[in-house]
């Protein structure tokens, strides 16, 4: 009965008073309509030659019906939606919660987009797209949305009023910048938090020796800045941009730029620090026998098949974990690499993707064969290792180094580092000079055991496999940095 009224009380409105918006509008909150876009009816705000498509027609027609209910388009727009679309929508915008299809979130963010675009409602419009981030987890939609935080703020100036906004959930990036350019300093926690974005990829002593990296890092700030934070002096080369986009297709201008520290003078710096930071955890561990104490009072478990020794279970499910970490997050894109490269106002934007491409190609192997090494299988292990040695040589052969010397393979050891140590000074990979010092350290040692040991050698010979990877595509990069460099 009472629908019966409601309806007859929304017919005799809308043909006595246009004023009146149909029922369905009802319950979405005063706040909320004031920032969508209406093509017709009481509540009209945008031209009809305007091409906005969250912009409301409200006589396309709604069903309550929510079977068959389908998947939103990629790019949204209200008059594509069906009319059950359209009561979800409209029903969805009274609590606005994180919905089914994040299609329909989109579609509400390309309405305060415009409002954006348009400079209108600017700060109430910030608040909304923050809140909504607060209860929509997507990735997408928080990327996204956080580029239309940062559009404003840079567009309008408001930059005093990011203090009234929740930023924990934008892109790293843009918090990188925030501490470089706001803050003015980087502690060595953040430094190392932001390792991941900065180019730097050998993450172990991090995981492993989090406190000792941590020191190391410390003690280099203080060594080089005489103090125990990075301090951005504002003497820097020029600060290069990166390019993003709005979600919302149809307005004439979408891009939106924003300082790209990670490929500045200021990321390389702080990824250099990093790599100072490895080097000098790597030499403490082996200086100090603590790391290296093993309890002989256990018995360790040995591969039947091989013989080998099989490492403990916490060990392996580390392995295990890291790998299915690499599987789902090392990805890499070739296309958005070359245009980051060719993009970049210096050479770090093309040193930075081949880094990464290197990465992209040897984590899974090397943790594979991790893996196998800890089970015992250490001929797999070899076998794996050796065809990334091409690409990574310091850190096969360390792995290789040891694994050769326990099965009393002297030879092998001495071969393996002198191939390392040639490969390493002339890869295409080495795009920060990076040192064979410790190579050469243990190319003495092995040596000098091969000469003691050479009656009772059991090696075996080593074929060392061409590495899989694209190596015009690597020499393209190449050429993107020298030419920076050049200018």
Known sequence: MMNFFNSLSSFFRRNKDSNYLPDYFFNIPDDVLKLMYFKNGPKKNIDNYTDEPSAIDIDLPISEDFHNLEKVPYYPSYESLQPNQRFYFLNWLVKRNCPEDIGYAFLYLYSLERRLYDGEYIKETLLEINSLQKIINNDSFINYSSISIIYAISKYNLYSFLDTLDTSMFPDFFALTKKIVYDGKLTASEIIDFSHILGYKEKRYINNYYDIFKNELLQILEEKYHTPEFVFSGTNDKVPSMNLMLSNFSLPDRNVYFPDIANSSIGTELCSLLYMAHDKTKKSLRKNNSYKHINKTIKKKINVRTGYPIATQKSINNTKQALIDSAKNNTFDKNEALAIARSSVNENGA???????????????????????????????????????????????????????????????????????????????????????????????????????????????????????DYQFVSTLVDFARLHYNI
């Open 351 to 469: 040193l930075t993707m081949i880094s990464s491409y290197r990465y992209f190609l040897c984590d899974e192997i090397f943790l594979k064969g991790e893996l196998a090494y800890k089970y015992g299988d250490w001929d797999e292990a070899e076998k794996l290792w050796l065809t990334i040695l091409e690409i990574s040589p310091t850190q096969i052969c360390e792995k290789l180094s040891i694994m050769y010397r326990k099965q009393k393979r002297y030879s092998d050891e001495v071969y393996i580092l002198q191939n390392g140590i040639n490969l390493w000074k002339n890869s295409i990979f080495n795009v920060y000079n990076g040192s064979t010092e410790d190579l050469e350290v243990r190319l003495k040692k092995a040596s000098a055991l091969y000469t003691k040991h050479k009656t009772s050698d059991k090696s075996t010979g080593i074929d060392i496999p061409n590495a899989s990877y």
